[in-house]
């Protein structure tokens, strides 16, 4: 199995432009989370998705940002404008409810930086 | 609610010397947990996890963790420590209930092996 895939690896843009992160899950998986890691705060989930529907959103930041997951196979972060504070590393990750319970696999993270 | 507090952000040890990376956790229900590995540039790697069962678990890499309730913690351990363990480390909690939550995630701990 290929393992999760993020892209970009590595994402810089300006200050009120629009990001857009994508992630493809491990096949078959059906559960698909977005995390965000930076030094100040740490690893934070963002939102998680059950067979494609957003289950909980609490942790979104702000109405600036965005999730969605139109397939089995696809699912995108949108950042609406984007702020330098957005700066981090976005981690996407899936799991398999038939698999080991809580464990989560990891793709390899989307550096942004907003100048 | 859950938190994961990693009582040292920086440990550095000498090569072939034992290592304990400290864990604790706080939750009001019965969870799993996790301790990740980050390599610089990459993204999160499972090294072992507590469900249920012997409190006593065994991960890759020669890592063992121990759960202790009563202590609330969950720590992890080698005792021999290889230039090739310097990363990361991750301890990570998850409800145990009949979803699948997302995990919280402590300030992690950056090991530092000396040759």
């Known amino acids: 199995d290929a393992g999760v895939i993020q892209s970009p690896r590595h994402e810089v843009t300006e200050m009120g432009q629009e990001v857009t992160l994508r992630c493809k899950p491990i096949?078959?998986?059906?559960?698909l989370f977005w995390y965000r890691q930076t030094m100040m705060r740490g690893l934070e989930l963002l939102i998680y998705?059950?067979?494609?529907?957003?289950?909980?959103d609490s942790g979104m930041p702000e109405d600036r940002f965005s999730a969605k997951m139109p397939n089995a196979s696809f699912s995108t972060l949108k950042i609406q404008p984007s702020e330098p504070r957005d700066s981090a590393v976005y981690f996407c990750?899936?799991?398999?409810?038939?698999?080991?319970?809580?464990?989560?696999?990891f793709g390899p993270g989307t550096r942004l930086t907003v100048l | 609610a859950q938190s994961v507090t990693q009582l040292d952000s920086q440990v550095p040890v000498f090569e072939e010397a034992p290592v304990e990376l400290r864990c604790n956790y706080s939750?009001?229900?019965?969870?799993?947990l996790f301790w990740y590995v980050q390599y610089p540039n990459q993204g999160l790697q499972l090294l072992l996890k507590?469900?249920?069962?012997?409190?006593l678990v065994k991960g890759i890499n020669g890592f063992e963790a121990e759960f202790n309730k009563s202590q609330t913690s969950f720590h992890l351990r080698k005792p021999s420590v290889h230039i090739s363990d310097t990363a990361e480390y991750f301890c990570?909690?998850?409800?145990?209930?009949?979803?699948?939550?997302?995990?919280?995630f402590g300030k992690g701990t950056h090991l530092i092996i000396q040759p």
């Open positions: 998705f059950n067979n494609n529907v957003p289950i909980d």
């Open positions: 096949s078959g998986h059906d559960y």
């Open positions: 507590y469900l249920s069962g012997s409190t």
């Open positions: 990570a909690v998850s409800g145990s209930g009949g979803g699948a939550d997302g995990l919280t």
């Open positions: 939750s009001s229900v019965s969870v799993y």
């Open positions: 990750a899936s799991r398999n409810r038939r698999g080991a319970r809580g464990e989560q696999f």
